[in-house]
């Protein structure tokens, strides 16, 4: 079974570009999860979606944003990007079960750096 | 979630137990304990979780005390491959799949 794959892996952008990122879950998972992960501020969570509606959203401003469409695969984007965005992103799937907890498999991440 | 505490770094010998321990005094009924690991430039990795008794799988065993006020991971024979950062993470079981990571500890296994 392919685990969780996020494209593209590397990405260099400027100061007040945008970008979008994809992450494709592990077939059959509905749940999709994104974190962002810096050496200042460690793992943190970004948003949750699962059958296209955002069910969590962590506390970042609203330049960052995502979405999933109905195959599950989900996108984030980041506008007017700043320096303090450049970070590894990470992508993480799981099943959903309504009231337990599910074990989450994370992708392998992409590595943006903004100059 | 709970907070949760952990040692910022470790070491051990290679074919040794490595036990990492995790405090997590506020931990509430119905909050389970999770831990993930990093290893080096990829995405973290599920290890185990538990509730209030011990459990053991292929990858580690996870012994929780009685009071569950802290926990402790323990990988049986430490191998270099198992040299990354591991997180222990305790939530309640209906908070969707939202982790929130502490700053974990890294482990580092030496020949």
């Known amino acids: 079974k392919a685990g969780v794959t996020q494209t593209p892996r590397y990405l260099i952008k400027t100061r007040g570009q945008q970008v979008t990122l994809s992450c494709s879950p592990i077939?059959?998972?509905?749940?999709v999860s994104w974190y962002q992960q810096t050496p200042g501020q460690g793992l943190q969570f970004l948003f949750e979606?699962?059958?296209?509606?955002?069910?969590n959203k962590g506390n970042f401003p609203g330049r960052f944003s995502g979405r999933q469409f109905s195959n599950s695969r989900s996108e984030m984007n980041v506008s007017t990007l700043e320096l303090g965005d450049s970070a590894l992103y990470l992508c993480?799937?799981?099943?959903?079960?309504?009231?337990?907890?599910?074990?989450?498999?994370f992708g392998p991440g992409t590595r943006l750096t903004v100059l | 979630d709970a907070k949760t505490t952990q040692p910022p770094s470790m070491d051990c010998a290679e074919g040794r137990a490595a036990n990492l321990p995790c405090n997590h005094s506020?931990?509430?009924?119905?909050?389970?304990v999770y831990w993930y690991r990093q290893i080096h430039s990829q995405g973290p990795q599920y290890i185990i979780h538990?509730?209030?008794n011990n459990e053991t799988n292929e990858m580690a065993s996870l012994i929780i005390t009685e009071d569950r006020k802290s926990s402790t991971l323990i990988l049986p024979h430490a191998t270099l491959r198992d040299t990354a950062v591991y997180y222990c993470?305790?939530?309640?079981?209906?908070?969707?799949?939202?982790?929130?990571f502490g700053g974990g500890t890294r482990l580092m296994v030496k020949p």
């Open positions: 538990g509730l209030k």
């Open positions: 993480a799937s799981s099943l959903f079960t309504p009231g337990t907890l599910n074990e989450q498999f």
């Open positions: 506020t931990i509430s009924g119905n909050e389970y």
């Open positions: 993470i305790v939530r309640v079981d209906n908070a969707g799949n939202m982790l929130t």
């Open positions: 979606y699962f059958s296209e509606t955002q069910r």
């Open positions: 077939s059959g998972h509905r749940s």
